[in-house]
């Protein structure tokens, strides 16, 4: 769900001549600033210094004389924020001790039915309500907390953990009794958002944890929101709404705004978060696509996984274009979005006799359930804008739409937007048709007025009615929620997809889970589409996103934290990938819907999530920090790239060799550089797996799409005796010729009862 743009208006009155002479030279100076995050080596700090906060305020004046610490740093990374000018910033870097000196980026958000999608609705007795299960925390780094929300209720929950160290910080509109036995703490941050666009405007939003946005109390309540019935919106997806986890806490961190989300804010959330001992930490955000070490989500999540915290986050919305997913460390559990069996379709009829299908959430005040027979006209028409088709502020002739339904074409602004302009122009209905950018992917909306969104084929076909005839004439249906839709899960089409970018051996995404037309908490303080025209207020809302998918998964990391309370994050994500399914009952691959063929690993990832098989893996691929550490070594990041992730010093050795390829990560990305002079390709991967299950003999069966890829695995057999042993295995992939851009695969070790899958992808760059 994108945030709005933000405009800083600076009104200037009643000063003398004097004083605006002195204050715009201040004003001068500080509009030159820009924040920077300052890494530093805490364990150079000079033995004069009583404090590393001392010492951080000393390095930063030696650079400038004016500038003032923003945050202070000390679990997330060994630093602080400021804003400096370009000249005080270089002086900085060269200052003892100074890692890195780091401009902020800003990142943006990535934005009932899904427990029984998930089989979770019967699996309750698998995820017994143990202690372990309420004590689990789930940390979510999003636009705040509507703490009414009946998704908040606290009934039946026993006293807060006492592992939790954190609070319910008092603000605009919000203060400490918000917070209660679900809700345990809630926090915001705002300083880097201020230094960069001045004070926040609490006419129209709040200086608080409180969501004034709503994506924030979705993806809360997504991730662990408790029970609650009658759940609907305008009686679409009628039912109980329920998070995955809902014996587990919440606790919300407040990093977006109205302006976006601002790195040194949300290094400091996840910094918090850390030292408030949260066990999962939900971001549903992102736009870091640099190197790691540049990258403050991917290391301040190095940081909380050195802590024991699992990390997930949103691949992203660019989908379907390659290459397109951020959040591609590692150490982090990166999610793609898939859609569930449940559809809002509303047909619209032609004049001509033809019946189209499309979808929608529109809920007008009477119980009709039908816009009738309306003449019909095509935004491209009905406007003098070489962009009138797209149904822009302003681009309508209200003469010629004035009781019509008009088509507008997908693009540039926001869906619903496009209705409020055909509204604003006298139209009473709209059918929104999807480009070649957006193909046959439907998003449902909670319009503002009768409309129904259409797919590019069905689309083009309505184009050609409206073109042909001399008097177009429409009806839209709308007939509430469908279940049972097949096939489902498929991959939707803005999912972000790999190959992963900065490490092309490292497969991502990670997984796939729920993303389409989601319901969940939503703000009082704001309409369904978000719009300020939009006066409804709803208590859930239905939207789509990775933004969604990520907190699904959040909260499944939960359940199994609550069940197997010593698992890593690294068994955890390894017991929902290796768990995951790529085909459907019938046997059938997972379709993508941008394709309308079988989905990749680069779009599902290891496939989508089963929560009920990831209760019992059988075998995980675990993961330590020095792990990790190899990783970087591998990557030949220099000392002071791996300091500044890793807050200590650490210095690869020399005399080992280190490769991706060796990282114990459920999934196999094969990458051959081209420019090679010999036709066939060797390359070795070597794999721990860890017994988490019965003693038993495990086999091995590998499959490859493509014949010029030979695999073989030795051993082909891996017998365990006891819990939590650990065996080896080398898989060895021989390539010959290059009859493709890329192949894919799958690799299963089963002893009968379990089936532990790893996906395949073989690219050449």
Not at 420 to 440: C, F, H, P, R
Request: aromatic content about 8%; some cysteine.
């Amino acid at each position: 769900m994108a945030m709005s743009s933000f405009l800083m208006v600076v009104l200037f009155l009643g000063l003398g001549l004097g004083h605006f002479a002195a204050a715009e030279v201040e004003e001068d100076a500080r509009s030159s600033r820009s924040t920077y995050i300052v890494h530093m080596a805490k364990s150079e700090m000079p033995a004069s210094f009583e404090h590393h906060t001392h010492w951080y305020d000393a390095s930063l004046k030696s650079a400038s004389g004016s500038a003032e610490m923003l945050y202070t740093y000390t679990n997330a990374i060994h630093g602080f924020s400021t804003q400096l000018t370009p000249e005080e910033a270089e002086t900085l870097k060269f200052q003892p001790g100074v890692l890195f000196v780091l401009p902020e980026l800003k990142y943006e958000l990535h934005t009932t039915r899904t427990p029984e999608f998930l089989g979770l609705d019967q699996s309750n007795q698998l995820f017994p309500n143990s202690v372990s299960a309420s004590d689990v925390i789930v940390g979510v780094l999003d636009t705040g907390v509507w703490p009414e929300s009946k998704s908040f209720d606290d009934a039946g929950l026993g006293p807060v953990p006492a592992s939790w160290k954190g609070t319910c910080e008092v603000g605009t509109s919000f203060n400490s009794s918000a917070c209660n036995r679900k809700l345990i703490g809630a926090r915001y941050f705002a300083k880097g958002y201020e230094a960069t666009l001045g004070p926040i405007d609490t006419s129209k939003e709040s200086r608080s944890p409180r969501d004034d946005d709503g994506h924030g109390t979705h993806t809360a309540t997504t991730a662990a929101g408790s029970v609650v019935t009658g759940a609907s919106l305008f009686g679409y997806a009628p039912g109980s709404a329920r998070g995955m986890a809902t014996h587990a806490r919440i606790a919300a961190y407040k990093v977006c705004w109205i302006g976006g989300c601002f790195s040194s804010d949300i290094l400091m959330a996840i910094d918090q978060a850390i030292d408030d001992n949260v066990n999962v930490l939900s971001m549903s955000l992102g736009g870091g696509m640099s190197d790691y070490f540049r990258d403050s989500v991917a290391i301040g999540s190095f940081s909380a996984m050195e802590k024991g915290i699992l990390i997930s986050c949103s691949a992203g919305n660019a989908g379907p274009s390659a290459y397109s997913l951020s959040n591609s460390a590692p150490w982090i559990t990166t999610v793609g979005a898939g859609t569930l069996d449940r559809d809002f379709p509303a047909y619209l009829s032609l004049g001509n006799g033809k019946n189209i299908s499309g979808v929608s959430l529109y809920r007008g005040n009477s119980e009709a359930t039908a816009l009738e027979m309306t003449p019909f006209i095509y935004a491209g028409n009905a406007s003098n804008s070489t962009s009138g088709n797209l149904c822009m502020m302003g681009s309508l002739i209200p003469e010629k739409v004035k009781g019509k339904i008009v088509m507008c074409d997908r693009g540039v602004n926001s869906r619903v937007q496009k209705g409020t302009v055909v509204k604003a122009a006298g139209g009473i209905g709209m059918v929104l048709s999807n480009t070649a950018a957006n193909g046959e992917e439907l998003v449902a909306d909670a319009h503002l007025l009768p409309a129904t969104a259409v797919g590019q084929k069905n689309g083009d076909v309505v184009r050609s009615y409206l073109l042909s005839d001399p008097n177009p004439t429409a009806a839209i249906l709308f007939e509430g929620t469908k279940v049972g839709i097949e096939p489902s899960p498929v991959v939707a089409a803005f999912s972000s997809r790999g190959p992963n970018a900065i490490s092309p051996d490292i497969l991502k995404p990670d997984i796939v889970a729920p993303g389409v037309n989601i319901l969940a908490g939503w703000s009082g303080a704001i309409g369904p589409t978000g719009l300020a025209v939009d006066s409804r207020r709803v208590a859930f809302n239905i939207i789509s996103g990775t933004s969604m998918s990520c907190p699904h998964v959040s909260g499944l990391a939960a359940l199994l934290k609550g069940v197997h309370p010593d698992w890593s994050p690294a068994a955890i994500r390894s017991a929902l990938m290796t768990t995951a399914y790529t085909a459907y009952k019938n046997g059938q691959k997972l379709q993508d819907v941008a394709t309308g063929k079988p989905s990749t690993p680069f779009d599902h990832g290891a496939g989508h999530v089963d929560p009920v098989s990831a209760l019992n893996p059988g075998l995980v691929y675990d993961l330590t920090v020095e792990d990790y550490l190899n990783f970087l070594c591998a990557l030949n990041y220099t000392e002071s790239e791996i300091t500044s992730l890793a807050k200590r010093k650490f210095t690869c050795d020399e005399s080992k060799s280190y490769s991706v390829r060796d990282m114990n990560y459920p999934s196999f990305a094969v990458n051959l550089v081209s420019g090679s002079s010999s036709s066939s390709t060797v390359l070795k991967y070597s794999r721990i797996l860890t017994n988490v299950g019965p003693a038993g003999t495990y086999k091995a069966t590998a499959t490859m799409d493509d014949p010029s890829v030979k695999i073989s695995v030795e051993p082909e057999s891996l017998s365990f005796a006891a819990a939590n042993e650990k065996k080896s295995y080398t898989v060895t992939f021989a390539v010959t010729g290059s009859r493709s851009l890329s192949s894919f695969g799958r690799l299963e070790w089963s002893d009968g009862k379990h089936i532990v899958g790893s996906p395949i992808a073989i690219s050449r760059s």
